[in-house]
């Protein structure tokens, strides 16, 4: 099965910290969303957890990488819609998306098996 096919919206919950600690309004965004826009890069494939923020996507032939720490994520600056993460490498934009998904019943498809009228 493909990473894709695997994903399933991965963030912070409730056993991701101890009691009292609140999660940072960056790592809340991370929690609904299911499609990142990082240094104007689309990427599917990002895990949010309890370590950081991992994120994978193909620019051209070349993969890139970015991993972010916990401290790194809740040092991050909301500039509009937009977070500005910075690491060892610089600055980073991140945009946090919600990808459309097609409804998976088929009830408005007319049945392409049947022989058609003629």
């Known amino acids: 099965m493909s990473r894709w096919a695997a994903k399933q919206p991965q963030g912070y919950n409730a ?4 009691i009292g600690t609140p999660m940072s309004p960056l790592a809340t ?3 609904s969303c299911d499609m990142l826009l990082i240094d104007g890069l689309h990427a599917f494939d990002f895990t949010s957890d309890e370590s950081g923020l991992t994120i994978e996507c ?3 032939r070349q993969l890139r990488r970015w991993t ?3 401290e790194q994520i ?3 600056i909301a500039v509009g819609d937009e977070w500005q993460l910075d690491d060892a ?3 980073h ?3 946090c998306m919600s990808a459309f998904r097609a409804p998976d019943d088929d ?3 007319s049945d392409l098996d049947e022989p058609a009228d003629r």
């Not at 056993?15 to 101890?18: E, T």
């Open 89 to 91: 490498d610089g600055a």
């Open 58 to 60: 193909m620019d051209g």
């Open 74 to 76: 809740t040092a991050a």
């Open 68 to 70: 972010f720490t916990p």
């Open 93 to 95: 934009r991140l945009v």
């Open 29 to 31: 965004a991370l929690q």
């Open 15 to 18: 056993n991701s910290f101890q």
């Open 107 to 109: 009830e408005d498809e």
